[in-house]
C-alpha cells in the first residue's frame, strides 16, 4: 500500500463548522433527503447507502491491464501539459501501478467554476486518503465535463462586490453554437475579462493563476484545467479531459455498446423512471422511447441521437442525416472522437476508462444515479457507490458580525431578502417599543386564555369562536408590529443593506451560495490555506451542509 500524504495543517485552524440538515435547505429533493436520512425507502435505485463502508472496499469489476497503461499514459500527457504538480505525477504512477480512482467532475465554469466544484476536488481528495487508509490504495480524479456544449452555463461566473452587490464575469467567444465548450478557444479578449476579475479580487497568488491559466488560444477546460492543476498542486489531483482523441477511442466500446443495445437500454431507463415516479421521486433526466444515450459532432455542433422503429430494424437520426445501425456502427468505429455521452452514459464511461472505488457529486448527481444504475447492470455488470460531495456555506467575518447582531442565523436568510429585512427591522425597533409589543403580546394571550375557558364553561361549542377571534387579534397586533418595523426600516438604510448584503452573499439570488458564487473570490480573499482549511471540514461521515465560519 502506497501511504497518501496530504498537506500538513495549522494546528489551530480560523474556521468553525456547523452542521445543517438539508432538511432545512429549500428546494431539496425528496430523493436527495431519503437518500441521506431513509435510505430503506431508496435502497432499490442504488448499490449501498451513503453511511456504508461498503465502498472502500475493491471493485469486483474487471478493468483491463492493458486499459490501465493506456489511460495512464495519457494522463500523464494531459496533466504535464498543464503544469501538473510533482505529486500529481506520483498519483498518476500510483494509478498505473493499481489504484483505484475516487472520481468527481464538473462542467469547466469560467475561473474554474462556482465554489461547489472546489468542494467537489476537497471530496475526492479526502475519499481517496480514506480508501487508502482503508487498505485500498486510491487516488483523486477530476473528470472535465469538456464534451458539454452548454455554453451559457460555463461562460460566467459571479464574485461578490461591494455592499451586497454581485458581479457577472462573462467570457466572449467565437464559434459555433451548441459546440462542446473544450472546443471553443479564447481570444484576446480574454484578457480584459481576466483584467476586470482582477480589479474585483485584488492582488493575491490567486489572481496571478488566473492570468496564468486564462489566456489566449486556452479553451474553458485547458484554462479551468490549468488552474485546478496549481490549485490542488499539493494534493495531486489528476485531472481528466474526455475530449482528448485518444480517450474517445478508448471508450469507443461504451459507445458501440450504447448503440447496440439501445432499445433495452431505453425500456430499462424508461421502466427505472416508472418506478421513481410511483415511489413518488423525480426523474431527473426525461428519457423518452427515442432516446439513446449518445451525442455527435456535426459541423462543430453537439446533437442527440435518436431513434426510430423502421419495419425490423431500427434507423437513428443525427439531425437530418439517418443511417442504419450498422452504418452508425461504423462511424464510432471509423472516427469515435466525434461521438460523446450523454449524462446517463458518462458515468459509464467514466468507470470504463477509470479503475473508480467511488463517484462523490452534488444532489443532481445522486439523482442521476439513481437512473443510471440500469445501464451499469446492462454494460458494466456492477454499479459504482454515488456519495455526497461536501456541501458548505462560508460565512466572513463582517456577515457573522452582522448575523449576531441581529440574532440571525442561514435558515433566517433562506426565507428570501424582504423576509429578510423586516426581521432585522423588527430586531432595530426602541427597545421600549419592543418591550410593548411584547407585554401586549403576553397580556393578550392570558386575557385571551382566561375568556376561553369561561366561554367552554358557558357553551363549548364556543371554543371555534374563541379561537378564531384570538388569532384574529393576535394577527393584528403581529401586523401592527410588523408595520412599526417597516416604518424604522424606512427610516434606517443601513438596516436595509445589512439585509441586501446577507442575502447577496449568503444566499445569491435565491440560490446555495457554493452554486453561485466562484470560488476563487474566497480563495483571493483568505488565501489559498482557506482549502487546507476547509479540507479539515470535510468528514465523509456527515453528509449535512455545513456552516463555516471564517475568522
Avoid at 165 to 183: K, N, Q
Avoid at 501 to 513: D, G, H, I, R, V
Wanted: proline share 5%.
Amino acid at each position: 500500500m502506497v501511504a497518501t500524504r496530504v498537506p500538513e495543517l495549522p494546528e489551530v485552524l480560523p474556521v468553525k463548522a456547523q452542521c445543517l440538515p438539508y432538511a432545512q435547505i429549500p428546494h431539496t429533493s425528496r430523493l436527495f433527503l431519503d437518500f441521506l436520512s431513509d435510505f430503506s425507502k431508496v435502497q432499490q435505485f442504488y448499490p449501498s447507502s451513503p453511511y456504508s463502508s461498503e465502498w472502500q472496499k475493491p471493485s469486483r469489476r474487471h478493468y483491463d491491464p492493458e486499459r490501465r497503461a493506456r489511460v495512464s499514459e495519457i494522463l500523464e500527457r494531459q496533466n504535464r501539459a498543464w503544469g501538473a504538480s510533482e505529486k500529481t505525477v506520483a498519483n498518476i504512477a500510483r494509478l498505473r501501478a493499481g489504484a483505484s480512482a475516487a472520481l468527481t467532475g464538473q462542467q469547466v465554469g469560467l475561473f474554474g467554476g462556482p465554489l461547489f466544484a472546489i468542494y467537489k476536488a476537497l471530496s475526492a481528495v479526502k475519499l481517496a486518503e480514506q480508501a487508502t487508509t482503508a487498505g485500498v490504495d486510491s487516488v483523486p480524479v477530476f473528470w472535465l465535463a469538456t464534451n458539454d456544449h452548454d455554453l451559457a452555463e460555463v461562460n460566467h461566473t459571479i464574485f461578490p462586490g461591494a455592499s451586497g452587490s454581485l458581479e457577472r464575469m462573462t467570457a466572449p467567444s467565437h464559434g459555433v453554437d451548441d459546440a462542446p465548450v473544450g472546443t471553443i478557444n479564447f481570444g484576446a479578449e480574454i484578457a480584459g475579462v481576466v483584467q476586470a476579475a482582477a480589479e474585483v479580487l485584488g492582488d493575491s497568488p490567486v489572481t496571478d493563476m488566473l492570468r496564468e491559466s486564462y489566456r489566449a488560444g486556452e479553451n474553458f477546460g485547458s484554462a479551468f484545467a490549468r488552474l485546478y492543476a496549481r490549485l490542488f498542486a499539493d494534493w495531486g489531483v489528476i485531472l481528466l479531459d474526455p475530449c482528448d482523441p485518444e480517450m474517445q477511442a478508448i471508450a469507443a466500446p461504451m459507445y458501440k455498446a450504447a448503440i447496440e443495445q439501445a432499445a433495452e437500454i431505453d425500456d430499462a431507463l424508461l421502466e427505472r423512471g416508472k418506478a421513481l415516479e410511483r415511489a413518488g421521486y423525480h426523474q431527473q433526466v426525461k428519457v423518452t422511447p427515442s432516446s439513446t444515450l449518445l451525442f455527435t459532432v456535426h459541423e462543430g455542433a453537439r446533437i442527440p441521437i435518436h431513434r426510430r422503429l423502421n419495419g425490423n430494424s431500427m434507423d437513428f437520426l443525427l439531425g437530418d442525416r439517418k443511417l442504419s445501425q450498422q452504418q452508425l456502427l461504423a462511424q464510432i468505429a471509423d472516427a469515435p472522437q466525434q461521438f460523446s455521452p450523454n449524462v446517463l452514459l458518462r458515468p459509464i464511461v467514466q468507470d470504463y476508462l477509470l479503475p473508480s472505488l467511488c463517484y462523490t457529486g452534488g444532489t443532481a448527481e445522486v439523482a442521476y444515479f439513481a437512473q443510471v444504475a440500469v445501464v451499469y447492470e446492462r454494460l458494466l455488470g456492477t454499479v459504482t457507490p454515488i456519495l455526497p460531495r461536501f456541501s458548505a456555506t462560508l460565512v466572513e467575518p463582517k456577515l457573522q458580525g452582522l448575523l449576531e447582531r441581529y440574532d440571525l442565523n442561514l435558515t433566517d436568510v433562506f426565507a428570501g431578502e424582504e423576509a429578510l429585512r423586516e426581521k432585522i427591522a423588527a430586531r432595530i425597533l426602541p427597545p421600549e417599543l419592543q418591550s410593548a409589543f411584547d407585554r401586549a403580546g403576553a397580556n393578550l394571550e392570558e386575557a385571551l386564555a382566561a375568556i376561553r375557558t369561561a366561554l367552554v364553561r358557558l357553551d363549548k361549542t364556543l371554543a371555534e369562536a374563541a379561537d378564531n377571534a384570538g388569532a384574529k387579534m393576535q394577527h393584528q397586533l403581529e401586523s401592527l408590529r410588523g408595520r412599526a418595523a417597516r416604518a424604522e426600516l424606512r427610516q434606517s438604510e443601513i438596516a436595509g443593506r445589512h439585509a441586501q448584503l446577507l442575502s447577496a452573499s449568503l444566499y445569491p439570488n435565491k440560490t446555495l451560495q457554493e452554486r453561485e458564487i466562484a470560488g476563487v473570490a474566497y480563495l483571493a480573499r483568505h488565501g489559498t490555506d482557506l482549502l487546507r482549511e476547509l479540507y479539515a471540514s470535510v468528514h465523509t461521515d456527515c453528509h449535512d451542509h455545513q456552516v463555516v465560519t471564517l475568522s
